[in-house]
Antibody
Framework: QVTLKESGPTLVKPTETVTLTCSFSGFSLSTNTESVGWIRQPPGKALEWLALIYWDDDKRYSPSLKSRLIITKDTSKNQVVLTVTSMDPVDTATYYC????????????WGQGILVTVSS | QSVLTQPPSVSAAPGQKVTISCSGSFSNIGKNYVSWYQQIPGTAPKLLIHDNNKRPSGIPDRFSGSKSGTSATLGITGLQTGDEADYYCGTWDSSLNPVWVFGGGTKLTVL
């Protein structure tokens, strides 16, 4: 059974860098076709895809945020880390970690999400 | 503004049928499979439909999906109050570097 859980700071100040960790079980990111992504949702707004990392370390980023995002994986720890630089109040959102099925075809499992608030 | 366009809201009475549209372009819906997600307020989204019209195990057949050209549609029959939620479509956009895109979401109200 696939499970994912996000962790990290829930309150950050403007201009700071936030590091979010996705800890997962039920699959290995060293296995062919596996991928994990990050998706966020500002309060009351729509889902926004941020980044995706594949088993072979290939990475995809949202064009609008690419300069501020870094996604990495630690296969031995079953973790995926998302770093977002230069945080701004508009980045306040629930950040979800998600397992993409079959080389990224669709999201079949979601984490519970972590609300990150950006405020001074 | 989302690459995929959905109506902001739809509504129908219990027992009735509703459809939710998702309009895109050749580079996204036209070339790739569409999936649909249900998000009950306060919870994480849940996969409803993948590969345009396939239901994961455990999703009732009241939910259906279809795709034609650059548009996709989610159908829900026999509406229940528990279906009241936000619904999102999603797919890849292959215009430049492939990126995943979501629709803007549709709030379903079961009157």
């Amino acid at each position: 059974q696939v499970t994912l859980k996000e962790s990290g700071p829930t309150l950050v100040k403007p201009t700071e860098t936030v590091t979010l960790t996705c800890s997962f079980s039920g699959f290995s990111l060293s296995t062919n076709t596996e991928s994990v992504g990050w998706i966020r949702q500002p309060p009351g707004k729509a889902l926004e895809w941020l980044a995706l990392i594949y088993w072979d370390d290939d990475k995809r980023y949202s064009p609008s945020l690419k300069s501020r995002l870094i996604i990495t994986k630690d296969t031995s720890k079953n973790q995926v880390v998302l770093t977002v630089t230069s945080m701004d109040p508009v980045d306040t959102a629930t950040y979800y970690c998600a397992h993409f099925y079959g080389s990224g075809s669709f999201v079949d499992y979601w984490g519970q999400g972590i609300l990150v608030t950006v405020s001074s | 503004q989302s690459v995929l366009t959905q109506p902001p809201s739809v509504s129908a009475a219990p027992g009735q049928k509703v459809t939710i549209s998702c309009s895109g372009s050749f580079s996204n819906i036209g070339k790739n499979y569409v999936s649909w997600y249900q998000q009950i307020p306060g919870t994480a989204p849940k996969l409803l439909i993948h590969d345009n019209n396939k239901r994961p195990s455990g999703i009732p057949d009241r939910f259906s999906g279809s795709k034609s050209g650059t548009s996709a549609t989610l159908g829900i029959t026999g509406l229940q109050t528990g279906d009241e939620a936000d619904y999102y479509c999603g797919t890849w956009d292959s215009s430049l570097n492939p990126v995943w895109v979501f629709g803007g979401g549709t709030k379903l109200t079961v009157l």
